[in-house]
């Protein structure tokens, strides 16, 4: 028992999101290299590199017997063990982002410091304050010239709405960059790219009160303004608050530079101590602590094509609680089974071995015959949970979907219903009539694209799209008090409903929501489905 529990403690399990180009592949990738996982020698540049380092990483974990893939990365770091979960990096949301941040306990936010805060950043923060996610700040590509820092953390705060920490505080920019300031140790670390590329870095750590030395490193006039700076943030900045940290009230606030490996070891260092073991989900029957609970998991991801030839699907499932021991029969309470997930060759095929073993906070892909969908519980066959499903979030884009081959029409909604189940797309029947008219909801706008070509490639059915005006979609959150029939809304509102019968509004702009909440005084609407 003492053993297990200390592997469920030292677990840490944390989502990174960034928008594109901030930084998110350069820090994750050195966060390997600290952590051993990755051998790297010399300079480190770019994405081709970095995706080589990741797959060498693979080959690693293979050997090891632990199963990965490249949006999991699990590595030793400091006596913890650091689950990363990757969000797609792509210009373009999915909504596969909003759930890996389901799965996370906590989530790192890159922000590129000559940008400031950026479109996807702000989206992707939405949903960590939803959920209450502390989130952790690195300010990277100092290397660069950045904004003023206290602009920096003016703009999170203003934007993102969440009061900041900074735990350390940089020195100049660019190519005058020349280190951070530590708060906690009163010392300065100094910024060499001497070295770059190597873990060692040529840091050196000087206290702030050895005035002859700092001034002979950094120079008077920043020493003068460090002094100055570090007086005002003294005064002004919030207090370090770990448990308005916890609630994600409050970030605290890094800064380095991810392609010189500067600042990136005290991160983690910080970062893994501030952060918290894995938290107890909430379930039916109340919190589920992760520790005297036995195994319990719930599905976030399902990925299909893993392997085009099988057409195959991996669940992927974060364990809530306990110690998962591969070939143990589990229940999936949905499908109302019990099942083993574990049999050899329906885990991962060739490209990923079978785990032995996985605790809670880890995260764990299994083959999916078809039977999981996304919010699924999987728990111990004698116990009966519920996690709390994953929320659908609110599509912004929609169109109405035909099939050019009307001799087609069955594979079509079987395709379609497929891929709705992945979680890619949502599905949508006009109100009064069967699966005749489908209306799909994405959240980006290259999810129809890659409607049209998973149809046509997976399924062999060619589809005509229309896109539709709507960009607001809302449940109807008290739907046994409304009768829908009666319900008078703009000209331009629509009803549908989900697949579940469940009725839902579009509509064209929010004024009209407005005008519909004020003709309809007891209708409840809300943003996101169950
Ligand atoms: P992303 O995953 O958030 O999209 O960003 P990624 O790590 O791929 O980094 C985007 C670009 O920014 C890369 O350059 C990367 O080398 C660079 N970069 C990352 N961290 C730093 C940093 O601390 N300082 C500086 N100066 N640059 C940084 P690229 O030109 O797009 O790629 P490549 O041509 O180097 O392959």
Redesign the pocket.
């Known amino acids: 028992m003492g053993n297990y529990q200390a592997e469920i403690n030292k677990r840490r399990t944390f989502a990174i999101i960034?928008?594109?180009?901030?930084?998110?592949?350069?820090?994750?990738?050195k966060f390997l290299l600290y952590g051993g996982a990755i051998n790297l020698a010399g300079s480190v540049?770019?994405?081709?590199?970095?995706r080589h380092a990741v797959s060498d990483w693979m080959e690693i974990e293979k050997e090891r017997g632990i199963s990965v893939t490249s949006s999991v990365l699990q590595f030793e770091y400091d006596g913890f063990c650091v689950n990363i979960l990757d969000t797609p990096?792509h210009q373009d949301f999915s909504e596969d982002t909003y759930r890996t941040l389901m799965a996370a306990d906590a989530a790192v936010m890159?922000i590129?410091g000559s940008k400031g805060v950026e479109a996807q950043t702000r989206k992707l923060f939405k949903v960590c304050v939803m959920r209450h996610i502390p989130i952790f700040t690195f300010i990277?590509?100092?290397?660069?010239d950045a904004n003023d820092t206290f602009d920096l953390l003016d703009e999170i705060e203003k934007e993102l709405g969440i009061a900041t920490c900074p735990i350390n505080w940089p020195i100049g920019s660019g190519k005058r960059f020349k280190g951070i300031y530590e708060r906690d140790r009163e010392c300065v670390v100094t910024f060499s790219d001497t070295e770059k590329g190597t873990k060692e870095g040529a840091e050196s750590r000087i206290s702030i009160r050895e005035e002859e030395a700092l001034t002979k490193l950094i120079g008077e006039d920043f020493l003068d303004q460090l002094e100055e700076e570090i007086a005002l943030l003294d005064g002004a900045s919030a207090e370090y608050d770990l448990e308005k940290i916890n609630k994600g009230e409050l970030t605290p606030v890094f800064f380095?530079?991810?392609?010189?490996n500067?600042g990136v070891d005290i991160f983690l260092h910080h970062f893994l101590k501030m952060t918290t073991p894995p938290l107890a989900r909430h379930a039916d029957v109340g919190l589920i602590d992760p520790i005297s609970r036995e195994f319990s998991a719930f599905v976030f991801k399902i990925q299909a094509n893993i392997n085009k030839a099988h057409r195959d699907r991996i669940a992927f499932m974060r364990i809530a609680s306990g110690k998962f021991e591969a070939g143990m029969e589990v229940k999936h309470v949905q499908g109302n089974r019990v099942m083993r997930l574990s049999q050899p060759q329906k885990i991962m095929a060739s490209e990923r071995k079978i785990l032995d073993e996985a605790y809670a906070g880890d995260i764990i892909g299994v083959f999916d015959p078809g039977i999981f969908s996304i919010g699924d519980t999987i728990c111990m066959p004698n116990d009966a949970i519920l996690y709390e499903g994953i929320p659908t979030f609110a599509p912004e884009h929609f169109a109405r979907v035909r099939q050019m081959d009307t001799m087609k029409r069955k594979q079509f909604i079987k395709g379609i219903s497929q891929i709705a189940q992945e979680g890619a797309i949502q599905i949508f029947q006009e109100y009064n009539t069967g699966m005749e008219e489908i209306i799909v909801g994405v959240v980006g706008v290259l999810q129809f694209e890659v409607l049209k070509y998973r149809l046509e490639n997976e399924y062999n059915v060619e589809i005509r799209m229309e896109k539709l005006p709507y960009e607001f979609i809302r449940w109807i959150e008290n739907k046994d008090e409304i009768d829908l029939d009666k319900l008078v809304g703009t000209s331009d509102m629509r009803k549908i409903k989900d697949l579940k019968g469940n009725p839902l509004l579009l509509f064209i702009n929010q004024w009209s929501i407005g005008m519909t909440l004020d003709r309809n005084k007891t209708l409840q609407l809300s943003e996101f489905g169950r």
């Open positions: 960034s928008h594109p180009d901030a930084g998110k592949t350069t820090l994750t990738e540049k770019g994405k081709a590199t970095a990096g890159v590129d990277n590509k100092m290397d660069r380095g530079s991810a392609l010189t500067f």
